[in-house]
């Protein structure tokens, strides 16, 4: 047990140095000439189709839709007895203010048509990625749970977690293709991601008195 939890911090110690080493690069570094490329090829094969896709990918990180995605699970949790995860899953909400600290902060612009093909507009700056960062926190938990709450019905977990990966590995892309970011905004809106993954699922799994002898929640149908 301490070997594991040694494991986990030093992961957890190295990603925070990987974001605060990608942090001062993008400040110095905007437009690196390795994100301009990767760009381009990610947008060299468009469509009006595959816009929409792209689009429809990258709708659960839209305000004021993310916050009604959260706010809505958690009521479900809740409904359905699991009033812990309910509770966990409304923090994520706190995550806008983070990214929102960190672009003020890092300051860095946008993406512009001279270099890239815009298919969305935004506001705010440019790193990290709020739309990667609120994905890896939201979803990664709700595969996190799904893996955790065996009193859900097996074809209800399995679907969300399916839902959940896909929505995680594909919304990098999407906000590349989109011309919404640059690589390293979505690499640092992974990595964000994950280092506030860790306290939420810390202090989710840690034990409390008298967990195991609290009545199942029902079923979620």
């Not at 004021?64 to 994520?92: D, G, H, N, T």
């Amino acid at each position: 047990m301490q070997y594991k939890r040694n494991l986990l911090l030093t992961v957890l110690f190295v990603l925070i140095a990987c974001f605060v080493w990608l942090s001062i690069f993008v400040a110095h570094h905007p437009i690196p000439k390795f994100d301009l490329e990767i760009s381009l090829a990610v947008q060299k094969y468009h469509s009006d189709a595959l816009d929409k896709i792209m689009l429809a990918i990258s709708f659960f990180g839209e305000l004021p839709y993310s916050l009604l995605s959260v706010i809505i699970v958690a009521l479900i949790f809740y409904y359905y007895k699991y009033k812990r995860e309910a509770f966990f899953i409304a923090q994520i909400l706190f995550s806008g203010l983070l990214i929102l600290v960190v672009k003020n902060y890092v300051n860095r612009p946008r993406p512009t048509e001279f270099y890239v093909r815009l298919v969305e507009i935004n506001r705010f700056q440019s790193f990290p990625s709020g739309h990667v960062l609120s994905y890896v926190l939201f979803f990664g938990f709700l595969i996190i749970l799904m893996r955790h709450l065996k009193n859900i019905p097996q074809a209800t977990r399995r679907v969300v977690t399916v839902i959940s990966a896909f929505l995680v590995i594909m919304i990098a892309p999407s906000r590349i293709y989109l011309g919404a970011h640059w690589f390293t905004d979505t690499l640092g809106g992974f990595i964000l991601g994950l280092i506030c993954l860790f306290p939420l699922c810390w202090l989710y799994f840690k034990k409390r008195n008298g967990d195991k002898a609290k009545p199942h929640p029902r079923h979620l149908n």
